[in-house]
């Protein structure tokens, strides 16, 4: 799986600069992702920041090879019993998104854009510090949840969303991804991951 994502990769950085009328954008924005087990999810937030660049193919159509990072985090706290626990968690991601996109010229300065397409996710990292105390004790301990192998690094997701363009200048998109891959390498379960993002980016 890693060979497939590197080609991937490696494929998308060679459609760059393969038409003149191309047009490059650097952007960020806040992303919500959720790992659902199929009876209860887990959502974490965060933000993303990136660049892609797209390549017109014929009419409104192109397509959009892109680079993201992204960085998310949740909290947990509780009582049991005694017991005071609180747990943060940050995963981070590198994304290669490969949208097919549509944009209708709705009026001069003003496009709507339509786009869907895979994207090939890797986890960078994914850690839990957790702590607790009873008491005048307390403890704390940092978990890498990629070091046992039972959580997998890499999805495939599928999705896509729409957004507006602004007298070519700044884009404004809103989407949503679904996982493919059961990132649950043990046999307790499946487990996917989804995300939901708003982005801003700048047009070059």
């Given at each position: 799986?890693?060979?497939?994502?590197?080609?991937?990769?490696?494929?998308?950085?060679?459609?760059?600069?393969?038409?003149?009328?191309?047009?490059?954008?650097?952007?960020?924005?806040?992303?919500?992702?959720?790992?659902?087990?199929?009876?209860?999810?887990?959502?974490?937030?965060?933000?993303?920041?990136?660049?892609?660049?797209?390549?017109?193919?014929?009419?409104?159509?192109?397509?959009?090879?892109?680079?993201?990072?992204?960085?998310?985090?949740?909290?947990?706290?509780?009582?049991?019993?005694?017991?005071?626990?609180?747990?943060?968690?940050?995963?981070?991601?590198?994304?290669?998104?490969?949208?097919?996109?549509?944009?209708?010229?709705?009026?001069?300065?003003?496009?709507?854009?339509?786009?869907?397409?895979?994207?090939?996710?890797?986890?960078?990292?994914?850690?839990?510090?957790?702590?607790?105390s009873i008491g005048d004790f307390?403890?704390?301990?940092?978990?890498?949840?990629?070091?046992?192998?039972?959580?997998?690094?890499?999805?495939?997701?599928?999705?896509?969303?729409?957004?507006?363009?602004?007298?070519?200048?700044?884009?404004?998109?809103?989407?949503?991804?679904?996982?493919?891959?059961?990132?649950?390498?043990?046999?307790?379960?499946?487990?996917?991951?989804?995300?939901?993002?708003?982005?801003?980016?700048?047009?070059?």
């Amino acid at each position: 799986m890693k060979k497939i994502f590197a080609a991937v990769l490696t494929a998308s950085l060679m459609l760059i600069g393969t038409s003149a009328f191309a047009q490059f954008s650097a952007g960020a924005g806040f992303m919500n992702s959720s790992l659902n087990d199929g009876k209860e999810s887990s959502a974490l937030n965060g933000l993303f920041a990136g660049v892609s660049y797209n390549i017109p193919l014929a009419g409104g159509l192109g397509v959009a090879p892109g680079f993201y990072y992204s960085f998310l985090t949740k909290k947990d706290s509780g009582n049991l019993g005694t017991f005071t626990y609180a747990g943060d968690r940050t995963d981070m991601y590198l994304t290669v998104p490969v949208d097919l996109n549509y944009g209708i010229q709705i009026a001069d300065g003003f496009k709507a854009l339509l786009f869907a397409g895979p994207a090939f996710s890797y986890g960078l990292s994914s850690k839990t510090k957790v702590s607790g105390s009873i008491g005048d004790f307390s403890a704390g301990s940092t978990r890498d949840n990629y070091g046992n192998e039972d959580y997998g690094r890499i999805d495939v997701m599928l999705g896509g969303g729409v957004g507006v363009e602004l007298e070519d200048i700044v884009r404004f998109t809103v989407g949503y991804d679904y996982g493919m891959m059961d990132l649950d390498k043990t046999d307790a379960g499946t487990l996917h991951r989804s995300q939901l993002h708003v982005g801003v980016a700048f047009l070059f």
